[in-house]
């Protein structure tokens, strides 16, 4: 079985900065090479959204207009851990953000229906 297990969230002031990490846990650790990594969120009462994605190599990344610019997705296949660095973070970006991962394709998506595994998320709160 392959499981993600997300950290790193908090609460933080407008403007603040967080950094997620997305790692893979017990057998399935020798696989994360081999797997594209997808964020997404999900505020109180709107729907999931792709945030941003990055390729099995690292080579390619995507972000959400949204997040562009303020986020920094990035992975370190020796680590077995992808990250997702939020940078000048505004109440809006507040929301449930989950990593999620495929095993197919050589660059990535943000579409939801195209990743299969998930994690259960980490709670982002950016308030004053």
């Known amino acids: 079985q392959l499981q993600l297990v997300e950290s790193g969230g908090g609460l933080v002031m407008p403007g603040g900065s967080l950094r997620l990490s997305c790692a893979t846990s017990g057998r399935t650790l020798r696989s994360f090479p081999n797997i594209a990594i997808g964020w997404f969120r999900q505020a109180p009462g709107k729907e999931r959204e792709g945030v941003s994605c990055i390729s099995r190599s690292g080579d390619i990344s995507h972000y959400a207009d949204s997040v562009k610019d303020r986020f920094t997705v990035s992975r370190d296949n020796a680590k077995n851990t992808v990250w997702l660095q939020l940078n000048n973070l505004k109440p809006e970006d507040t929301g449930v953000y989950y990593c999620?991962?495929?095993?197919?394709?050589?660059?990535?998506?943000?579409?939801?229906?195209?990743?299969?595994?998930w994690g259960q998320g980490t709670q982002v709160t950016v308030s004053s």
């Open positions: 999620a991962a495929q095993f197919q394709g050589f660059g990535c998506t943000r579409e939801e229906s195209a990743y299969p595994y």
